[in-house]
């Protein structure tokens, strides 16, 4: 039997039966691992839901009470957005535990979600124009690689 006559395996390749009981064990322990990590992000999350709590309670408190300057909503838009970035990667860590690939386009969501705080909370008063340059390169080829992935369909 060669390789192309081989079972094609599309459930996650951690969880499949190895015949080499090291191999096994191996598997076992990364998926320990990885819901360890999953555990840990959770753990983040919180905390950065707690820093959001945190942040508005500090830039309300202070006078003048109740409103919010640029500067105090590019912070709050700022812990916003570490939350979701760390949600996405929450997904993409429980994605190991279920997948045998990794979800590209999940994964260049993340990237964009990234990318896109940084522009956000971006001082262009002291940015170099290159920097602003780099970082346009970056977001476009992350948008064009998310489309070009988006053009195929996904499987199921």
Request: proline share 4%; net charge negative; with cysteine.
């Amino acid at each position: 039997m060669n390789h192309r006559d081989a079972p094609v395996e599309h459930d996650n390749h951690l969880a499949v039966r190895n015949e080499d009981p090291l191999i096994d064990r191996l598997h076992w322990v990364i998926r320990q691992a990885i819901r360890l990590l999953a555990v840990l992000m959770v753990a983040v999350i919180l905390w950065c839901v707690a820093d959001v709590v945190l942040v508005l309670y500090e830039k309300l408190s202070a006078p003048p009470f109740m409103l919010l300057d640029l500067n105090d909503i590019f912070v709050v838009f700022a812990a916003f957005l570490a939350v979701l970035i760390a949600i996405e990667i929450f997904a993409n860590i429980t994605l190991y535990l279920r997948d045998d690939v990794i979800h590209v386009k999940l994964v260049l969501a993340t990237a964009l979600m990234a990318i896109a705080r940084k522009v956000i909370v971006l001082d262009l008063s002291v940015l170099e124009p290159s920097y602003l340059y780099a970082i346009g390169v970056v977001v476009l080829a992350l948008g064009i690689t998310y489309w070009l992935v988006s053009l195929k369909p996904e499987r199921t």
